[in-house]
């Protein structure tokens, strides 16, 4: 059952928001339970035009948007000509050249995401300025994130966008474009013409998404620049298990069983934090069979007066990258709002793509879900401790599937040896190698797959699935098993 809170932002709340939230993963909306959740469809939504909001309660701004809302609804649609016998790639790329040209200061992709993810639009990185949608949630100021399937890309233009980065998606069998428009104030009405002019489009926010662990203020080492490629062990590997993350410290001793290939998703100006991906590496190294293989896709870069964040645009491209890699599993310690590119990108892995795992989030008891675990096609985890204690500060809700060791787990240091964390973060790595194990033995759908855990699941709380610990604990293989018989290593 879904649950819509009702909350309303002032602006003077979201500009409160924008100055002091460092993390930023404010109000969420719940979805359902792990359970019978896959067979959901996905309705578009556009903040703030969806049902979350009293109509009685709208600020003028959301009662203007929906006057505009109206005014298209009444109007004939318009129809746009497809162009016969042009490629899609073809198109993009050329409509790529054309913003360009027209636009010198615009920056496209920086595609660290080579090979598999062929495609990808190089140019240098574009700056980050940041804004607040309006619930008060981090995007990138003036720019919206489109996802189109074959589209007269050129009609575009005539909204006053620039385009400054396109990418095929194969996987997901559509096409992401990063637009630029002049006057933020604008940017949600614009958003609303844009799904009109487009109706098969999905449109919204280049919103922030924010690590899931205890340490606010990651003081790790940073990477200037990410170098992308392969390291470790080589050999045939049986299980590739996928994670979307800060970038990974590969020289790191935790790692060295492991055979890890790297690739950077990062579209801004802004240094690579290592700290939270080299921990959820390590914790996935220690938990993945040894013939397993990493596919870590970077994505998190430092925000001036913020924690490092993430966009929906770098999310979205590392989602298809690591489907088009054939992965059994991707793993995603990660927390922000709803977005509807990211929710349109899972559903279409869902179909025959791997299995997505991610953190529920550390916003608390009462804290709204977070997204992208509570989105019907992830599977939520939340954290215990060796008491098999729910961690204090994790979210609970219909949408937490499965519980996890989370709690002071000894986890790599990117500055070298070894440090003890807890959160949602260091719990979903393990539910996601189990899966990733289960799945190259066994290739069961994902529907089989997850009754399975289940079933396997150790049931903590009051009986049955309950909203704090979800289905249970999860266990095995032995190397998850045994972190819950004893402690880390000195």
Partial sequence: MNIFPRAVYTMRRAALLLALLPAAAAAQVAVPAVGDRLGDTLEQRLPPLDERIDAAARRPADATLEAAQDTLDAAPAETLPESAGVDPADALDAATRQAAGAASAAAAVVGGAAGTAAGTVNAAMRPFAADVDPFGHLIEKNVLVVLVDNTR?????????????????????????????????????????????????????????????????????????????????????????GMIDSAVMR??????????????????????????????????????????????????????????????????????????????????????????????????????????????????????????????????????????????????????????????????????????????????PLVAAVIAEAHARDHAPRAALLQKLIAGAEDLGRPGFDEIFGHGLVAGPPAVAANFRTPPPD
């Fill in 251 to 428: 020289a790191h001793e935790a790692l060295s069983g492991i055979r890890i290939e790297q690739q950077d998703f990062v579209t801004h100006a802004g240094t690579r934090p290592l700290g939270h991906g080299t921990a959820v590496a390590s914790l996935l190294a220690g938990a993945a069979p040894r013939h397993a293989e990493l596919l870590a896709a970077s994505v998190f870069f430092r925000i001036p007066d913020h924690a490092a964040g993430a966009t929906t645009e770098s999310l979205v491209a590392a989602l298809d990258w690591l489907a088009s890699a054939g992965v059994d599993v991707i793993n995603m310690s990660l927390a922000g709002p709803r977005n509807a590119l990211l929710e349109r990108a899972l559903v279409r892995l869902a179909a025959d793509g791997p299995m997505v795992v991610a953190a529920v989030g550390n916003n608390g008891p009462s804290g709204e879900p977070l997204y992208p675990a509570a989105y019907a096609q992830a599977v939520g985890v939340t954290a215990v401790d060796r008491d098999r204690q729910v961690f204090r500060y994790a979210n609970r809700g219909s949408h937490v599937g499965f519980a996890a060791l989370g709690v002071d787990v000894k986890v790599a240091d990117a500055a070298g040896g070894y440090r003890i964390e807890s959160g949602t973060s260091m719990a979903a």
């Fill in 153 to 241: 890309l050129d009609a575009l233009r005539r909204f006053g966008l620039t385009v400054v980065a396109a990418r095929p998606l194969d996987a997901i069998g559509m096409s992401l474009l990063t637009l630029q428009g002049a006057n933020s104030h604008s940017l949600a009405s614009t958003a609303v013409d844009l799904r009109r002019a487009f109706p098969q489009a999905v449109v919204d926010y280049n919103h922030l998404y924010f690590a899931n662990s205890n340490d606010a203020q990651d003081t790790s080492p940073d990477a200037a620049k990410l170098p992308s490629g392969g390291a470790g062990q080589s050999g045939d590997s049986v299980v590739r298990i």
